[in-house]
């Protein structure tokens, strides 16, 4: 008998850990988004605002109502499009997102991405279950919907979210306009493009047991299980691939239980024979984010990310909100205006080269770790003792060891950018 090649992972893993299962009283949070392998992911930084009544938000295919005021947030997303793949807030809300597939069907037509909903959750929530609130509302009035992919054959999903601050956790899983959600108040939780979510529902759509009693999946009888109840009998490849990837998640995070730190989630998003960290033909992990969310309010929170592909090749690099932060535009891509091809219809009939500075210079940094080994393992090193040093610096201002310098931490990330680019001349 051939032997049965296992597929290859094409979507995301998200993770969090809460005391006592970290090292420090801090919440953890992790994400690695894993895309159509030639994407490009850009780190963008957008301050807080204040908007008129009756304002508008055009997010990435609809426009909705424009909030009376936002959050300042940072976002690591797809160049192409306007809400993000994970990012963090002003208030150390982090947010990460999932594609899967469920029993309720898939719309036609363009509503709201997953990823504007991270988005919008973070410009709207001063708190992880206010940023919940935030995304139930929008999408119970505007529905999930289009094309998660910059190409013409559309690419449709619902999503599963992970929401964190400073205290807590939320999962919240979405099967169209229905949704359960769940609170973690300790030790880890991850998500792996499955939903997850069984009896331990702390919220719910108002309509969810009885929409699932009209549909002939549930007969109202015994404890309602979510995931039970909305995914499909028979998964896709995609999903079925998740359920291993889910599980070693899992058991990484329960073999580090009670001494969790940033480093921790790091090396789980860099693990590659689980199948986290992806490298495959047609996805791969395209950016990586982790956090620091101190229980104590007194402590700044600090959100790494790596802007480039394949973390266990990447550097992560530190970012902490204050007052007046300093644009990064060497982690930023190139904008396109009214000729982007994602704003004309039809969409997508042509490419675009969205590449920032840091991309092509780690492009060209990849390409020497693959060609030439003695200098590939001599950049390695430099990346690594670039990511420790940034490591180092953030454990002083956490542990209060460094006074907090308004000024030094507002080009923090940007002197991490120009360091690691340099490092690849």
Known sequence: MAERVRPAPSSCDCFVALPPATAAQAVIFGKNSDRPREEVQEVVCLPAAAYAGGAKLKCTYIEIEQAARTHAVILSR??????????????GVCIGNEGVWTKEP????????????????LERGRSAHEALQAITALLERYGQGGSCKEEPTPFVYHNTFLLADRQEAWVLETAGRYWAAQRVREGTRNLSNQLSIGTEITAEHVGLRPHAQSQGWWDGDGEFDFAEVFSLAHQPVRMEAAKARYRAGKELLQQHAGRIT?????????????????DSEGFRTTGSM???????????????FTATPDPSRSVFKPFVFVASVTPVPQAMSPGFGDEDPVRKVPRFQRRVDRRHQLYRAHQAALQLLETDQEQGQTLQQT???????????????????IPLNPEELADLF??????EIKCYK
């Open 383 to 401: 990346m690594r003792e670039l990511e420790r040093q940034g490591l180092e610096a953030m454990k002083d201002v956490l542990a209060g060891r």
């Open 262 to 278: 940033a480093e921790t989630i790091m090396g789980i998003l860099r693990d590659k024979a689980s199948g986290i960290c992806v």
């Open 106 to 121: 898939l719309g036609e037509g363009e509503a709201l991405l997953g990823m504007d909903l991270v988005r919008l959750g």
């Open 290 to 304: 982790v956090s620091v969310l101190p229980q104590d309010p007194a402590r700044p929170c600090v959100h790494f």
């Open 78 to 91: 797809p160049a192409w499009l306007w809400g993000a793949e994970m990012g963090a807030n002003e208030h």
């Open 414 to 419: 940007l002197d991490c950018v120009e360091t």
